[in-house]
């Protein structure tokens, strides 16, 4: 900024001697810079995303160094680091990791959510974090209703093995039934 001012004012000392078209052309350049100086301040520097890094990463690990990852990252999440749990989701989330668990990747997804009151995560990290968010509810509400038809078609088979059974046992019956009049025919056939 001074080596700025120093140059400004050695150019306007040379302004005396110059016409009114070098004039412009310096109050022109001036201005230039001063513009392009402005969006330098101005400008915000790019976030990168940390969780979408993260989940690349924990794609590569093996199962045993995943359980080693998550126990690390629930020590993180013990001593206070907003990190952590969202790492710990991304664990959790994750269809082929051996604790994958989407009903506790959702519970910490929301009380991240709820809790977060600081801007460590980027624009791209919470697109991401609502995307996975969209997932889990799906999948809890697929996992929901395959449970419900589980239990509806459970019920159904046990009606229906009761119902056997009963056949079966009136078959029984009747088999028993049979034999008793086959014995008493062949008794009255006998006397006779």
């Known amino acids: 900024m001074k080596q700025l001012r120093q140059i400004f004012q050695q150019m306007i000392l040379n302004l005396t001697g ?15 810079a ?15 995303s940390i969780a979408s890094e ?3 990463w924990i794609k590569t690990l093996s ?11 629930q020590q ?5 680091l907003t990190q952590a749990r969202v790492n710990l989701i991304f664990l959790y989330a994750m269809p082929d990791s051996p ?16 809790e977060q009151s600081d801007p ?3 624009s791209q990290d919470y697109a991401l974090l609502n995307l996975l968010r969209e997932q889990l509810n799906q999948h809890i509400l697929t996992s929901n209703k395959l449970l419900q038809a589980k239990q509806q078609l459970q019920e159904q088979q046990l009606k229906q093995d009761m119902i056997l059974a009963k056949q079966q046992e009136t078959i029984k019956k009747l088999q028993e039934q049979i034999k008793q009049l086959t014995q008493i025919e062949l008794t009255i056939e006998q006397e006779q």
Do not use: W
Not at 20 to 31: A, H, K, P
């Open 34 to 48: 001063i513009t392009l100086s402005a969006c330098q301040l101005t400008s915000t520097p790019q976030t990168q």
């Open 63 to 73: 199962h045993d160094e995943l359980r080693q990852e998550l126990a690390q990252q």
């Open 99 to 114: 604790v994958y668990n989407p009903y506790t990747a959702k519970t910490l997804l929301n009380r991240l959510v709820t």
């Open 54 to 56: 993260y989940y690349l």
């Open 18 to 32: 110059m016409n009114l078209r070098t004039i412009c052309q310096f109050g022109l350049v001036l201005t230039c």
């Open 76 to 80: 993180n999440e013990v001593a206070g």
């Open 120 to 122: 460590l995560l980027s």
